[in-house]
């Protein structure tokens, strides 16, 4: 596509609840990654592919998110048993090549998770 | 650890002057730094990128200097208009690593 898309772009979601984040990479990028961003704060690096292989995971918070991406395309991000503490903006990002070989990044506009 | 500071506090300026962000670094050696805009609720957009080896970058009205010895980098919009109000976020590469590290960005208010 044209750009990087997210859905949903808000999320409103029980604590206690799983919910899934999608994103849809501009086509032919091959890098991936995942950042969340709390009010006022930096972008907080969650994890990266290359392809559908995940060589970054560093920065997932705790065993409860995960992360997976097939076909070398869509991304989903899930979290099990969400906390008020996973409230922030999720943002999705696509690159040509990996960070390292100094491509800027696509972002998508991002999804907003409220955890009630 | 690899720490990346922004002015936390906004930056007023009047329309047609030049506006200079600065970004600062520590306990890091990047290979790229990297400038975005942030719009509210939107992500990111991509902006410039500068190499250890170049000690300045230009684009249009955009202006980005990048000094290895100081670890800083400035981010300068010249004849800044009302529509450059946004946050701007420094970035940063580590050598041999695969992500990129974030500044928490700095606000600027362009003012007509």
């Known amino acids: 596509g044209a750009g990087v898309s997210q859905s949903p772009s808000n999320k409103v979601t029980e604590k206690g609840k799983d919910v899934e984040l999608r994103c849809d990479p501009i086509s032919g990028h091959t890098a991936l990654y995942w950042y969340r961003q709390s009010l006022g704060q930096g972008l907080e690096f969650l994890i990266y592919?290359?392809?559908?292989?995940?060589?970054?995971k560093s920065g997932l918070p705790s065993d409860r998110f995960s992360a997976e991406r097939t076909g070398g395309s869509v991304s989903t991000l899930t979290i099990q048993r969400t906390q008020q503490e996973d409230s922030a903006v999720y943002l999705c990002a696509s690159s040509f090549g990996s960070s390292t070989g100094g491509y800027g990044y696509t972002f998508g506009s991002g999804t907003r998770l409220t955890v009630v | 650890s690899q720490k990346i500071e922004q002015n936390s506090e906004a930056l007023n300026i009047q329309e047609g002057k030049t506006a200079t962000l600065t970004c600062n670094y520590t306990?890091?050696?990047?290979?790229?730094l990297q400038w975005y805009r942030q719009d509210p609720g939107r992500g990111p957009v991509f902006l410039l990128l500068i190499r250890e080896n170049e000690k300045e970058k230009r684009k249009e009205r955009l202006k980005v200097t990048f000094d290895t010895t100081l670890k800083q980098s400035l981010f300068h919009i010249t004849a800044s208009q009302p529509a450059d109000s946004a946050t701007y976020l420094c970035?940063?590469?580590?050598?041999?690593?695969?992500?990129?590290?974030f500044g928490a960005g700095t606000r600027l208010f362009v003012k007509a």
């Open positions: 970035a940063l590469d580590a050598t041999g690593g695969f992500k990129t590290i």
């Open positions: 306990n890091y050696s990047p290979a790229y």
């Open positions: 592919f290359q392809g559908n292989s995940a060589p970054d």
